[in-house]
């Protein structure tokens, strides 16, 4: 019993993570068509941004915030800068400048800060008794925080000026641009809020993974997953599943050893993705 | 108010609208009539900005209209595409705020409210999604979103399209009120129905030019203004 509440745990944890980079991912492919490649590695960028904030003496939680912020602005308008000449050209240079950039971050990280691993020590040590077991209160906290940050995102897209235009511009940019919406200043911020989130992501984990170049490699993987079974630009879907799959793949590890959990997982999606293509469902739906 | 003056446009080397000059003064209704594929929303795309390269001059209040869609919009010129006008997956009300938005926030309601009193069936499905409306309910409400604006000048394409007579009747209407409150329509439309409620004025046009201008007075019955622009227009 305790090795399921510990699994069930574990899988929210992840999935939690995997939410918000697949939140950013989908957000930017609903209101700019793009599939980004770079993504799990503004996530290492956010890990590391927390790492070196701590080992100069930040707090934690500050360090996550600047991660966001940092990541998300200098990150963001810098991809934007990149993207922009490409955004009339053919949808596979895209794709390469995002595989590119991929490669340039991973490789100078591991110049810059070396290839092994930078273990941290999570902000709260604390643990708590939950169904015969100790879990740690830091796991429960992402956790929180990831809910808290993706419920703040719907109600952003809902009810906030820039979100309603976020999505206006998903649906039908020629329109919005019609109406007055500022539709580069939108694209700006679909960049920073979604590479915002996939630092947030890599600094909330870094005390559970570590801190290392490639660790955004596995939930850029998976995040694709979600965001392609979810529906491509569709912000609400790849959260939710995301922490469907974490939980999933996390459960199905009990009794399907080793990387064959995977299998369970791609089972699901490729069954998703079935009763997605029967309803048909539109793309771009935030 | 509107002013164009030798107004040229291109498709790469299509030289498609072969300079065109024309005037919508505040509170008057004017019309853009002639055959298919003659130029007349490509002219409007082109005043809005979001067509094919231009050259000429487009000159909104005396001063020069440039610049990307939205900053037009911003300077108070209104559009209402023939089609795809709405964000399917918004809300009536969502699509209407999507616009309003630009304004302070105490004018929020107020734009609701226009939008609402023009059309009131738009208040009774103002939490339905744009894109499950019927036809006519998303060119009612395509337009109610650009009147609700308060725009100083407003160009609508082909809004009877595929109307009944009754829609017909309630979008034309709407539009006078636009004109009765100084706002100028310029209008892209087939039905004299339309034209003859909403407009002073027509302009003709022909493979990208405009080859007359007449009052709508001139014209007591849809025969003779279709006389005309087959005349013309051919």
Redesign the interface.
Known sequence: MEHVVVAALNGLVVGASLALVAAGLALLFGVLGILNFAQGDFFMLGAYVVYFAVAGGLSFWLGVVAAGLVVGVVGGLGLMLMLWPLRERAHALVLLATLGLSLILEQLATNRFGADAKPMAAPIGARLAIGGTEYPVYDLLVVGAAIVILAGGYVFLRYV?YG??L??VA??Q???????????RVYALAFVVSLGLAAVAGSLLAPLTSVYPTVGLDVNLNAFIVVIAGGLGNFRGAALLALVLGVVESLGSIVIPGQAVQLLVFALVILLLIVRSQRQQ?L??? | MLELRELHSFYGRSHVIQGISLRVGRGEGVGLIGHNGVGKTTTLKSI?G?GPRTRGRIVLEDRDLRG???AR??RGL??V?DS???????TVE?NI???A??KRRGDHKRCLDTAYELFPVLAERRHQLG?TLSGGQQKMLSLA?GLA?EPRLIMVDEPSEGLMPINVDLIATALRRAVDSGIGVLVVDASFQLLKTVCSRVYVMKQGRITGEHELDDFATAERLVETYLREGS
């Open positions: 000026k309603i235009w999505r206006a649906q039908n020629r329109m919005a641009s019609v109406l007055g919406v500022p539709v580069s539109v771009a739906r935030l | 809005m979001t990307p869609a939205h919009a911003r209104g559009f595409p795809e006008a709405v964000f399917p997956e918004m969502e705020r999507t616009g938005m630009l894109g979103r604006l």
